[in-house]
């Protein structure tokens, strides 16, 4: 039976940093495309970034862009998303997906078929 657990979100403030991570359990990460998403109240769900089978690629939303940074440990068959330089428009709650496809997206949620039940990440201002 599979699992994604996400961890690591809190309370932080504008401008603080948090690194989620995502843990699985009952297949190998290294064989799927990994992506972290977030919904916020009211709003769809929205891609953050993903990460490619075989670490092949990273994409990023524009809007994280040169501050959140995913990344694997394929021993621990875990993913990580560093998010710094939080800003307010950030607070969400953030999911871990996967799939087996070989070239990840941000943009379309509806290819992902696993997914863990997200970890809240509030940022103050």
């Known amino acids: 039976q599979w699992h994604l657990v996400e961890s690591g979100g809190g309370l932080v403030q504008s401008g603080g940093s948090l690194r989620l991570s995502c843990s699985a359990s009952g297949f190998n990460l290294d064989y799927y495309s990994v992506a972290w998403f977030r919904q916020a109240p009211g709003r769809e769900r929205e891609g953050v970034s993903c990460?490619?089978?075989?670490?092949?690629?990273?994409r990023y939303a524009r809007s994280v862009k040169g501050r959140f940074t995913i990344t694997k440990d394929s021993v621990e068959n875990m993913v990580y998303l560093q998010m710094n330089n939080l800003r307010t428009e950030d607070s969400a709650q953030y999911l871990c997906?996967?799939?087996?496809?070989?070239?990840?997206?941000?943009?379309?949620?509806?290819?992902?078929?696993?997914w863990g039940q997200g970890t809240q990440v509030t940022v103050s201002s």
């Open positions: 997906a996967a799939e087996r496809i070989p070239l990840c997206t941000v943009e379309v949620p509806q290819l992902y078929d696993y």
């Open positions: 990460l490619t089978i075989s670490n092949n690629g990273t």
